[in-house]
């Protein structure tokens, strides 16, 4: 099966600029989740949909991130506007129904760099 | 409160002998616990997770992981390191003490198998 995609691969934009970042997960996933991993750190959560619906975005800046998941298939996460220390890898991943429902697949992520 | 600490940033084990990478965790009731690894340029990939049942995990790759209630810990172990094994190993916790649903992962482990 086709694994989780996402564009684009970099980005370079000025702070206060705005910036977005698209995912497609697996084909029939219904869990989709946005990560921000900053350098030598884990990956931060930052928000969860089951379907077209947010589970969790307890994490989410809200006053400058946004994300949605229209179609309950593939996703946009927005940045506006940015700010240097939002320059990480944002991580895509997806999950299946069923028994693996907690097994996330992740893509190869969007490196963001803010000058 | 950070839900899950992997105390060794690096681990260096020479090919063929056991390797054990450290993870422990804090959260509310049942925890959920899983492994990814990342190999260079290459995405987050599930190795095993923990929901219930045996203590004694398998997963992907020879990959074993033991549940360990008392000590609040989930060690990720190999009998015999290969070479290839040598990648950024990460510890995730799935919490549902808080209103929603969260998963945290650790700081990552770098282990280097030494041929």
């Known amino acids: 099966e086709a694994g989780v995609a996402q564009s684009p691969r970099y980005k370079i934009i000025e702070k206060r600029q705005s910036v977005a970042f698209w995912c497609n997960p697996i084909?029939?996933?219904?869990?989709l989740y946005w990560y921000q991993q900053i350098l030598g750190q884990g990956p931060k959560l930052l928000i969860q949909?089951?379907?077209?619906?947010?589970?969790?975005d307890s994490q989410l800046p809200k006053d400058r991130f946004s994300a949605e998941r229209l179609k309950g298939v593939d996703s946009t996460l927005k940045i506006q506007p940015a700010k240097l220390e939002d320059s990480a890898v944002y991580l895509c991943?997806?999950?299946?129904?069923?028994?693996?429902?907690?097994?996330?697949?992740f893509g190869p992520g969007t490196r963001l760099t803010v000058t | 409160a950070q839900s899950v600490a992997q105390p060794e940033d690096q681990v260096n084990v020479a090919e063929g002998n056991p390797l054990t990478v450290k993870c422990t965790y804090s959260?509310?009731?049942?925890?959920?616990l899983f492994w990814y690894v990342q190999y260079p340029n290459r995405g987050l990939q599930f190795l095993l997770k923990?929901?219930?049942?045996?203590?004694l995990v398998k997963g992907s790759y020879g990959f074993e992981a033991e549940f360990n209630k008392s000590q609040t810990s989930f060690h990720l172990k190999k009998p015999s390191a290969l070479v290839s094994d040598s990648a950024l190993y990460f510890c995730?916790?799935?919490?549902?003490?808080?209103?929603?649903?969260?998963?945290?992962f650790g700081t990552g482990t770098s282990l280097t198998v030494i041929p």
């Open positions: 995730a916790v799935r919490d549902l003490s808080n209103t929603g649903n969260q998963f945290y």
């Open positions: 923990y929901i219930t049942g045996d203590n």
């Open positions: 991943a997806s999950s299946p129904r069923g028994v693996r429902r907690y097994e996330q697949y």
């Open positions: 084909s029939g996933h219904a869990t």
């Open positions: 959260v509310s009731g049942n925890p959920y």
């Open positions: 949909f089951q379907n077209n619906g947010v589970v969790d």
